[in-house]
């Protein structure tokens, strides 16, 4: 065996080693006997590894070795499992130890880094072995590869397969090593395959926190709310996910992180939640009825970060632990939620050296700060390390920086134009400025803003202004957005200096870089950005830049490419609320009027019908003075289409009726079209006013007619159509459904040759229904099909609600009653889903069966309906699936 430097190098087998649940262990056993047990597994696993293997460092219970050769390595990995399972431990301990290996390039790190081995292929190892489970050895494909051939000793491979490590960027096939007489069947591998785990990536490695990491996962596991408390720049974020990502194993329904920073109403909490969670909210439900309603029952695990600016919405995370016992919840705050059950857990600062008392260089390089420091360094510098020369400077700056590692990572930044000796004196002036103005700070506080600012003042000009700049968006943007904002188009070498001081972070969105800060940093711009006098053109040049993203998407949302144009709109949901805030706070109407009729068709399909709701309440009481009428028109429409899609026609009728006023007075024949059109269906649809509602649909059409408009035309036929059949099988005037039949199919045609995926899909579902009543039950069915292929595709649950409905209806035509409360059964639990009131309203203008209707002898099928989900319904209802 070998130890210390003159580390073997080339093609190397790295062994890593820890004991299973040895926190546990010790805790039951108590230090001095825990001891005990240590020295002989570690003498056991030192003895099987002599044959060919160096003894890299041993930390704790974990050994880390090397093999020139991969097979030895194999070999003495079984011979260690074979004398563990065989040894007696004192005091009665048992002792399970889980191994992994990786082959890879073996490049000794320098004695000035202070580490012993660099590169991706240890880091690898390293996460195999974590992988795995007490008395199990995993080895990669790589290892696989070399050994295979001279395993002996009655060893044998046993291929997993592919799984995601964590840190780890690509899939690593693992192969378990089968030891003759030994156990060979283990749980499945500690992958991120192994269970739903829905955290971001991230652009570095975790560095360090190797007790704080256990200590939060102690407290996971005596309370379900770990909240990480500190000022900002400690950490929180990061050390709240990896906990989670160690806990993840446990969670069998998944763990999900909710990025909680780019909102400030506590009442959007909810509907955040839901969105990370994929939970689709609809019609007139609230967001939190339907997350409580997905986490009932399930065991998962919810990080909540960035919690400390919504501190209102506290209960909304008590009634989340009430839903479902167990579920846990990490939260990250400046400040604990203050409610039953909390676990506090105060993040400190990183391990930091005395910068008066410098240890050695392996010592000093080993403190959880400076590893920080120079591996942050290293990605801008990558011959940087940590000498005799520039120790003492490395010491004092991360100690000066209070071992907050956000403040670390500013400073490790710098040194691709500064030296570390060259660094400090101008860190130290910068901090001590701030502590002499800012005395009414925290003193990590004032560190961290000292951080920030010296890295600030090091900007050039142009930089400051860009950094100042990015501020006002929400979340982060795209470079299009930041272009428009700045008023340049020549931005990214800005962008990049900015990125490789950590002053921003980039990521990709479909091939293209999206930027952002950190919360802590974002607060420090805004400061710069109110002192540059700039403050009210950049949020005016803000607004308008988001304005032309959602009028530029508007046309698309119930095209073919809806689910895109809906993915960016949801993305930037944030920097579209912004520009609604300050457009409202601003008092300019035309743009928050703009804004919203841009938007309300968002709003509607991705379930955001209240918060619309409140933002068309908000933008309409504002002074409309010198807001262009076709502007406000606008606005009216999109309150009245968010009313009438709740199932609000008597509010909706309100809008429309004044949005038809203004199109009578100052728009064209099409927008007078339009808003005959809307104002139609606020009469007709409830049965209010139908002879208007048709009156109204009659002279759109004609008006489309006129101009040439053929979609318009064929969305007047559809309105003509649907008011013409409403009414129950059996007692509609045969020439008057013949009316309904042929403006139908006009309808159908002009849809099927456009690209409005919604406008077809609800064609058809006319069609079908008319057919049903007709007595044509094989063209209903065939264009229930098809319609609710569409909205499956579209994820549209409004649409498959009416197609359950639909075809219920189609099975009391055909006499199978039984199929007919299944359908209904299946209908009703969708429309409670959605929260649409569309299905309530067509019942009762259709004499459709309800809930109330169906036979006592069918009530267990109308539950068995009920109990259904959603796909496998929908199967059902289209005659693809028995009932069973």
């Known amino acids: 065996m070998s130890a210390g430097r003159g580390l073997p190098a080339g093609t190397l087998t790295f062994l890593f080693t820890d004991i299973e649940g040895s926190t546990k262990l010790q805790t039951e056993l108590g230090t001095d006997r825990y001891q005990d047990v240590l020295e002989t597994h570690t003498r056991l696993l030192r003895e099987a590894f002599k044959d060919g293997g160096f003894e890299i460092r041993v930390e704790g219970d974990a050994l880390f070795v090397v093999f020139p050769v991969a097979a030895k390595a194999v070999r003495a990995a079984a011979a260690a499992q074979r004398a563990l399972a065989t040894a007696t431990f004192p ?84 192969y378990q090593l089968v030891i003759g007489g030994a156990a060979a069947d283990f749980p499945p591998i500690r992958s991120l395959d192994r269970t739903p785990t829905f955290l971001p990536s991230q652009p570095s490695t975790f560095v360090g926190r190797v007790r704080e990491i256990e200590e939060g996962q102690r407290f996971l596991e005596r309370a379900r709310l770990v909240t990480l408390t500190g000022p900002g720049g400690t950490g929180k974020t990061r050390l709240s996910m990896r906990i989670a990502e160690e806990a993840a194993h446990e969670f069998a329904d998944g763990t999900f992180f909710v990025p909680l920073a780019p909102i400030s109403d506590p009442d959007l909490v909810p509907s955040t939640i839901a969105h990370s969670l994929g939970v689709q909210v609809s019609g007139t439900e609230l967001p939190l009825a ?69 240890p050695s260089l392996e010592v000093l390089t080993q403190s959880d700060a400076v590893r920080l420091f120079i591996e942050r360094a290293m990605a801008v ?60 700070l925290p003193e990590r506080q004032r560190t961290l803003n000292g951080a920030i600012a010296w890295s600030w003042d090091l900007l050039q000009e142009r930089e400051k202004r860009l950094f100042a700049r990015l501020a006002i968006f929400v979340g982060g943007a795209m470079l299009r957005q930041i272009e428009e904002v700045n008023g340049d188009s020549d931005v990214l070498d800005d962008l990049s200096a900015l990125v490789e001081q950590s002053l921003v972070r980039q990521s990709e969105v479909e091939g293209e870089p999206r930027f952002r800060m950190l919360v802590t940093i974002r607060e420090y711009a805004l400061e710069r950005l109110n002192a540059s006098g700039e403050r009210n053109e950049i949020r005016a ?41 300050s457009s409202i706070a601003d008092g300019r109407g035309e743009d928050a009027c703009r804004l919203a009729f ?84 606020a009469y007709g649809m409830p049965l209010a006013d139908l002879p208007r509602g048709l009156d109204l649909l009659r002279s759109a059409r004609e008006k489309w007619a006129r101009v040439g408009d053929r979609v318009g035309v064929g969305r007047a036929a559809w309105g003509l159509a649907t008011f013409l059949q409403l009414g129950k099988r059996g007692e509609i005037d045969p020439s008057q459904l013949e009316e309904a039949r042929v403006a139908a199919h006009e309808a159908l045609v002009i849809h099927r040759a456009g690209t409005n995926r919604f406008e077809l899909a609800w064609s058809l579902h006319l069609v079908g229904m008319i057919a049903v009543k007709r007595g044509d039950f094989a063209e209903a069915a065939a264009a229930f099909r098809e319609a609710a292929q569409i909205f499956t595709d579209d994820n549209d649950l409004s649409g498959l609600v009416i197609i359950a409905s639909d075809c219920a209806e189609l099975a009391a035509a055909q006499g199978q009653l039984e199929r007919q409360a299944i359908l209904v059964g299946l209908a009703d639990a969708l429309a409670v889903r959605a929260g649409t009131g569309i299905l309530k309203e067509i019942s009762k203008q259709d004499g459709r069966a309800e ?34």
């Open 290 to 358: 339907r997350v409580l309603d997905f986490v009932k029952g399930k065991r998962m695990l919810l990080v909540l970060d960035n919690f400390e600016q919504i501190l209102a919405a506290a209960p909304v995370v008590g009634q989340l632990l009430g839903a479902s016992p167990a579920l846990k919840i990490i939260t990250s705050s400046r400040a604990p939620l203050r409610i039953a059950g909390e676990q506090e857990f105060p993040v400190p600062p990183l391990d930091l050296p005395n910068p008066e008392r410098l």
């Open 91 to 174: 005091h009665g301990a048992t002792v399970r130890v889980r191994m992994g290996m990786h082959t890879g390039e073996g490049r000794p790190a320098t004695e000035e880094a202070g580490a012993d081995y660099v590169g991706l292929d240890v880091n690898r190892a390293a996460r195999v072995a974590a992988a795995g489970h007490g008395g199990q050895v995993l080895i990669t494909e790589a290892t696989a590869t070399l050994a295979r051939a001279d395993l002996r000793d009655g060893l044998s491979l046993r291929d997993l397969g592919e799984f995601r490590l964590k840190d780890l960027a690509r899939p690593e096939h693992i």
């Open 541 to 581: 040049r803000h607004v308008r830049a988001y304005r032309t993203l959602a009028e530029e998407a508007r046309p698309y949302l119930q095209g073919r490419d809806q689910k895109r144009w809906l993915d960016r709109l949801e993305q930037e949901h944030d920097n579209l609320r912004a520009g609604l805030e």
């Open 381 to 440: 510098r990558p011959d940087f390390r940590v000498t005799a020369e520039n120790a003492a400077a490395v010491a004092e700056i991360v100690y000066r920086l209070d071992g907050l590692p956000l403040a670390i990572e500013l400073a490790a930044a710098r040194v691709k134009v500064l030296t570390p000796q060259a660094m400090l004196p101008k860190l130290r002036q910068g901090l001590e400025m701030l502590a002499s103005t800012a005395r009414d």
């Open 851 to 884: 809930v109330t209707d169906i036979a006592p002898e069918f009530r267990a099928a109308l539950e068995h309906g009920r109990a259904m989900d959603a796909a496998a319904g929908i199967a059902y209802a289209l005659g693809e699936v028995s009932r069973d």
């Open 598 to 681: 841009a938007l309300w068709r968002f709003w509607q399909v991705r379930g955001h019908l209240v918060e619309g709701t409140r933002w068309l309440e908000r933008v309409l009481a504002l002074p409309m003075a010198g807001v262009p009428p076709l502007v406000l028109m606008g606005a009216l429409e999109a309150a009245g289409g968010i009313a009438y899609w709740r199932g609000d026609f008597g509010l909706a009728a309100q809008h429309y009726l004044k949005a038809e006023e203004l199109a009578r007075a100052h728009g064209d024949i099409s927008a007078q079209a339009n808003a005959e059109y809307n104002l139609s269906f």
